[in-house]
């Protein structure tokens, strides 16, 4: 529970800033009591519910109730005593000020911006999978492990980054830690890039394939952001929000337009099979990723945040309104037994990793070393960028977790569950639902695809389908009615797509800058990032690198997402505690040993996390839940000559040889490189304790702050002694 | 009329910053203290300047 770091927070600390402490006035704790009751009575209808519908506005409640508690109390904590901000002391965006890389901005501009870039699919899909265990053990997970991990993390990392003039996650392990962490940090992070980008692609394809609807709604984005890319630099330079507001119109007009395309003659060249999207996808991540940033990525980075932020606040006023009931069991049977048909694994340590952004990504740490920590005006600003835009990210999950809890679960199964279970027809998911211990009719699935002019939802997995269906319903209910049901299902799956799209596009530059980076090393030439020929080799090795895994996880006959999508979700987990393991040694090395707990804590849950799943991922001798295992029983029959359930033809059976063969060397090279670097770690933190004198940083030195923000409130000031 | 005027001002303002396109204003004011004798960049020059600034410096979008 998230109140029970008050205490905490109110102890003085001896070291303490010597300045005031603040006393709460008679007011603010008549307020903060009575927030602390509306997360109270959330969390208490939450736990005590069982069996009975509850409506998703108690979700709500214990939600926000403990993001208030956590940001006013524990965030504060943090910024106060743990990283002693101080206002007085000039930020890199005051000391380095060039107006281009590094300028003070607003902190709400910050806050957008920040939210921006670590807001995508992640926190959309990874809630979505795990309401297989129920809506409570996720919900538990999202708050509390935003609460004391996830926004702990981001914080943390941008405050270190900014006192270190913006420097990366990479660049300080390797110069607070070590060569050896730092290589193996920065190959880490690549790899696990690769890997992201292919999930998130193949989220794409899932929801768009044989969807003459939704391929011809989302390939229309192509055209509408080349034209913004023409029009901003060209007719109207510069007028990027009235192009922005072109753009979204122009994106709802190919909303529309892709109802009226499935309707027609036309719509036979807009179905796609699964393959061919994954070359559309993997071409169109080639040359988005060498055009120039003003023609297609530019653009869809301004559209994609506008139709974020509105799709967002629309979603949250949507679920206030319309208030639905969650139809999913509050813990289900899956979560005990671990043999659910979405993912395999048992509650810990799956669902942990099932869900990672909104609780805790380890992707937001690159993003809080990247731009952000160049842009801050003042240091206490860290605690509303880092913390409050983690949780507002959390809000997000929460949000998806409903969409997919308000569904019927039969549907829920129906539409998530392998296709080698479900097979092909309404009648033959319906039975296989049955069989997983829930009802639904061929004649109810085949109505909800109709309900959202859909083919079909049987075996739409990856999460997208499921949260557009979920928001379908629950929009339809305040907007428009069930008629608009098919217009909300296709806006969501297009707001999806739009989200990858740009990250596929953006993590593929970024991918070939490290590689350029590291190769470089090597080979001059490569390195050059004005070489032509070097970007397109780079390109093609990072789209040829994620394209791989997305092809593998499209024809892989027991279904890519159960597959890779654990492997995404360790990943990201791993990276978390390389920037976990990371932090934890600055503070160390700061001296702050009594507060290296606040990153510690959640650095030994991570780990106990990320190493228990990628373990049994490894050794498990369950097929379900072993890559190994698997590979073992499908090779055996190979050899016996046999074809085994999932698997159609003997080609069938080799790949499925292949791809667990790869995952699971992959998943081992993961563990390996993070386990360096937190040895690493360990061996600088135990240095630093024993060292007389404080270790060298490479802090920036105290330069006096010039800047005033009158405007910020006294009680929000945070003063420091000026170290 | 006034709140609203006031609203939607703050909501343009917003946007404008979040975008960035407020950016060519405070670049003009930039370049006229740290340059007082140079031509200041027209908004076609600036945005060509801008995209190469982000060409070369590229942000990853999370998941």
Known sequence: ??????????????????????????????????????????????????????????????????????????????????????????????????????????????????????????????????????????????????????????????????????????????????????????????????????????????????????????????????????????????????????????????????????????????????????????????????????????????????????????????????????????????????????????????????????????????????????????ESQVRMIGYGSMLTESFVAVMALIAACVLEPGLFYAMNSPAALLGPTVDSAAEAVKNLGFTITPDQLAAAAKAVEEETLVGRSGGAPTLAVGMSEIFAGVFGGAGMKAFWYHFAIMFEALFILTTVDAGTRVGRFMLQDMLGNVWKPIGRVTWKPGIWITSAVVVGAWGYFLYAGVTDPLGGIRQLFPLFGIANQLLAAVALAVTTTLLVKHGKQRWAWVTGIPLVWDVAVTFTAGWQKIFSDNPAIGFFALRDKYAQAIEDGQLLPGAKTMDDMHKIVLNNTVDGVIMAVFLVLVLTVLVNCAVVCVRAVRATEPLPTTEAPYVESRIDLPEQGKSESLVGAGS | MSVVRRVLGTVLWYARELTGEAEYDRYCQRHRRHHPHAPVPTRREYQVLRTHQREAHPQGRCC
């Not at chain 1, 807001?119 to 004391?148: C, D």
């Not at chain 1, 559309?280 to 040359?287: A, E, P, Q, S, T």
């Not at chain 1, 949507?318 to 139809?327: E, F, R």
């Open chain 1, 1 to 378: 529970m998230p109140t029970s770091i008050m205490p905490e927070s109110a102890l003085p600390g001896p070291e303490g800033p010597p300045s005031r402490r603040s006393r709460m006035t008679p007011r603010s704790v008549l307020v903060w009591t009575a927030v602390s009751l509306v997360g109270a009575i959330g969390w208490a209808v939450l736990g005590l519910s069982r069996g009975e519908e509850i409506s998703a506005v108690w979700l709500l409640m214990a939600a926000l109730g403990s993001y208030a508690i956590a940001y006013r109390f524990y965030a504060r904590f943090i910024a106060r005593r743990v990283l002693q901000v101080d206002d007085t002391r000039a930020t890199p965006a005051e000391r380095l000020e060039d107006g281009v890389d590094y300028h003070p901005t607003d902190r709400r501009v910050l806050f957008g911006h920040h939210f921006a870039a670590i807001a995508g699919a992640g926190p959309l899909v990874g809630p979505v999978l795990a309401a297989q265990m129920g809506y409570l053990p996720g919900t538990i997970w999202i708050i509390a492990g935003v609460i004391f991990g996830g926004a702990v993390q981001d914080m943390i990392v941008l405050f270190l980054s900014m006192r270190r003039n913006g420097k990366s996650l990479g660049q300080m392990a390797r110069d607070e830690i070590g060569r050896v962490g730092g290589a193996a940090a920065l190959i880490g992070v690549f790899a696990i890039m690769i890997i992201l980008l292919a999930v998130l692609a193949m989220i794409v394809v899932n929801a768009l394939a044989e969807s003459a609807w939704g391929t011809f709604s989302v390939s229309m984005t192509i055209p509408i952001a080349l034209f913004m890319g023409f029009y901003l630099r060209y007719l109207r330079p510069g007028q990027v929000v009235e192009t922005s507001l072109i753009g979204v119109a122009l994106l709802l007009l190919a909303i529309l337009g892709g109802g009226w395309i499935q309707d027609s003659s036309l719509a036979e060249y807009f179905v796609w099979s699964p393959e061919t999207l994954v070359f559309c996808l993997v071409g169109y991540g080639f040359i988005a990723s060498v055009l120039p940033v003003w023609m297609l990525l530019a653009p869809r980075d301004y559209l994609s945040t506008f139709m974020k932020v509105g799709t967002i606040a629309l979603m949250a006023v949507g679920v206030v309104i319309a208030a639905p009931n969650l139809k999913a069991e509050s813990v289900t049977d899956f979560a005990s037994t671990g043999a659910g048909p979405v993912f395999a694994g048992s509650l810990f340590p799956f669902l942990f990793i099932t869900i990672a952004c909104g609780a805790l990504s380890g992707f937001h740490a690159l993003v809080s070393s990247g731009t952000t920590p160049k842009l801050i005006q003042k």
